[in-house]
């Protein structure tokens, strides 16, 4: 004991093992690891939750910013027979359109089976036609100018554009991943908060033996890299559970989406670098325990002085 509190006054790079029992609770003996567990599990279903939400709101973006759909309601099956023809035959000759497609009535009629069954698709049902187009990519984005245009060849001709009518689920998604990023910073505040009472709880069970180390000669830094060391294993380790909880819910959570045959709830999926960045937090949470247990203990030490 005497050797390993001789190495620690003379700073030596070698950490002994009478230097590790200054802190004499154990990894999984104290409560602080599991505090930080339970913070660590909540800050990456948090964290999931927003980058999920950040890739949906990419995805959804790119994939609907250029689709609008047309609709031709007549009531005479003629009049919109010879309507539809006309757009997609106006359609297919501008330029500003890269792909269109006519929805089957049979289509039509199978989305709307669930909600008037089967006696209420008879024939005598006056469907609407419509008809799904895409916007080239380095063509005219005007939909305005195509709205007049189009009403010439067909007056009954209607468009609705699929980014408008999703606008209100973006800003909903784009709200929700900035509220997920706010928990995460608020959770770490904590974290750091319980790695400061740790440390605080430390110094005061340690004094008698931190007034030897000084009267030894060892400075507030020596004695603070013991306190950061362990302090910053004991949020590793933490860290660690907490990740592989979390990791579990997310990737069940994934199946029972993967299950529902959503698009827009299969659009909130973890691309590869999400991944990396949550087996990231851990190692990003030690290092702030480190910091916080530093500082701490900095600041006690030269009060004590």
Same mark, same amino acid.
Request: charged content about 15%; overall charge neutral.
């Given at each position: 004991m005497i050797g390993g509190v001789v190495e620690a006054v003379t700073g030596t790079l070698r950490v002994p093992p009478a230097e590790r029992r200054l802190l004499p609770e154990g990894r999984v003996a104290g409560p602080m690891p599991?505090?930080?567990?339970?913070?660590?599990?909540?800050?990456?279903?948090?964290?999931?939750?927003?980058?999920?939400?950040?890739?949906a709101a990419a995805t959804i973006g790119a994939d609907l910013a250029d689709r609008f759909t047309v609709q031709i309601v007549e009531a005479d099956p003629a009049a919109r027979e010879a309507q539809a023809q006309a757009a997609i035959a106006y359609l297919r000759r501008d330029r500003r359109i890269a792909s269109l497609r006519r929805v089957p009535t049979a289509e039509m009629k199978s989305l709307?089976?669930?909600?008037?069954?089967?006696?209420?698709?008879?024939?005598?049902?006056?469907?609407?036609v419509l008809i799904d187009a895409v916007l080239a990519a380095d063509g005219d984005r005007d939909v305005a100018a195509l709205?007049?245009?189009?009403?010439?060849a067909a007056p009954a001709a209607r468009i609705d554009e699929h980014g408008q009518v999703l606008a209100p689920l973006a800003g909903l998604i784009a709200a929700l991943k900035w509220l997920a990023l706010a928990l995460v910073v608020l959770m770490s505040i904590a974290a750091a908060a319980t790695v400061t009472l740790a440390a605080r709880a430390a110094l005061d069970t340690h004094r008698a033996a931190i007034d030897v180390m000084h009267l030894l000669g060892a400075t507030d830094v020596q004695?603070?890299?013991?306190?950061?060391?362990?302090?910053?294993?004991?949020a590793l380790f933490g860290g660690l559970v907490g990740l592989a909880g979390a990791g579990a819910v997310i990737l069940l959570i994934g199946q029972r989406i993967g299950g529902l045959g959503s698009e827009l709830l299969g659009s909130l999926t973890l691309p590869v670098g999400a991944?990396?960045? /949550?087996? @990231? $937090?851990?190692?990003?949470?030690?290092? /702030?325990? @480190? $910091?916080?247990?530093?500082?701490t203990v900095l600041s006690a030490l030269r009060r004590i002085l």
């Amino acid at each position: 004991m005497i050797g390993g509190v001789v190495e620690a006054v003379t700073g030596t790079l070698r950490v002994p093992p009478a230097e590790r029992r200054l802190l004499p609770e154990g990894r999984v003996a104290g409560p602080m690891p599991w505090v930080i567990a339970i913070m660590m599990f909540l800050t990456v279903l948090t964290a999931a939750g927003g980058l999920a939400m950040r890739h949906a709101a990419a995805t959804i973006g790119a994939d609907l910013a250029d689709r609008f759909t047309v609709q031709i309601v007549e009531a005479d099956p003629a009049a919109r027979e010879a309507q539809a023809q006309a757009a997609i035959a106006y359609l297919r000759r501008d330029r500003r359109i890269a792909s269109l497609r006519r929805v089957p009535t049979a289509e039509m009629k199978s989305l709307l089976e669930p909600w008037l069954g089967d006696g209420g698709m008879g024939d005598e049902l006056p469907l609407p036609v419509l008809i799904d187009a895409v916007l080239a990519a380095d063509g005219d984005r005007d939909v305005a100018a195509l709205r007049s245009a189009l009403a010439r060849a067909a007056p009954a001709a209607r468009i609705d554009e699929h980014g408008q009518v999703l606008a209100p689920l973006a800003g909903l998604i784009a709200a929700l991943k900035w509220l997920a990023l706010a928990l995460v910073v608020l959770m770490s505040i904590a974290a750091a908060a319980t790695v400061t009472l740790a440390a605080r709880a430390a110094l005061d069970t340690h004094r008698a033996a931190i007034d030897v180390m000084h009267l030894l000669g060892a400075t507030d830094v020596q004695i603070a890299r013991l306190f950061q060391r362990r302090l910053a294993l004991d949020a590793l380790f933490g860290g660690l559970v907490g990740l592989a909880g979390a990791g579990a819910v997310i990737l069940l959570i994934g199946q029972r989406i993967g299950g529902l045959g959503s698009e827009l709830l299969g659009s909130l999926t973890l691309p590869v670098g999400a991944w990396l960045l /949550l087996l @990231m $937090l851990p190692v990003l949470g030690a290092v /702030l325990a @480190m $910091l916080a247990a530093r500082f701490t203990v900095l600041s006690a030490l030269r009060r004590i002085l």
